[in-house]
């Protein structure tokens, strides 16, 4: 019974992934991509104040830094040039790590 209960509880509730990092919501109004490293990055610029930036955040000139790796890092660049083409309000949020680049949060959570 105390199983169904706590089921039926998670159910109306509902389950929340919390980002550690920092957010913003707003327009993307930059992007850029540097070749230059071992790996192509992406860099991003949103309008808006950006809320809980990491210690590590301190290039100012870019909100968050992308891997161009794998396929979904190229799905998230692909909905970044989207948000940027449209101009539509995005909510982006970070790891609250800058592990992409030393001085810019990594980018982990897109919603546009």
Not at 39 to 47: D, E, I, L, P, R
Not at 58 to 83: E, G, H, I, K, Q
Request: hydrophobic share 45%; net charge positive; aromatic share 8%.
């Amino acid at each position: 019974m105390k199983k169904v209960l706590g089921f039926i509880i998670v159910l109306f509730c509902g389950v929340q992934v919390a980002h550690a990092g920092g957010a913003i919501e707003g327009k993307v109004v930059k992007i850029a991509i540097d070749t230059t490293y071992a790996t192509a990055k992406a860099f991003v610029t949103v309008s808006g104040d950006k809320s809980n930036s990491p210690a590590c955040h301190t290039n100012t000139s870019w909100s968050f830094a992308l891997p161009l790796v794998t396929d979904l890092d190229r799905s998230v660049y692909a909905m970044l040039l989207s948000a940027h083409a449209t101009g539509k309000t995005t909510i982006l949020e970070g790891r609250g790590l800058c592990e992409v680049h030393g001085s810019i949060e990594t980018l982990t959570y897109i919603k546009h």
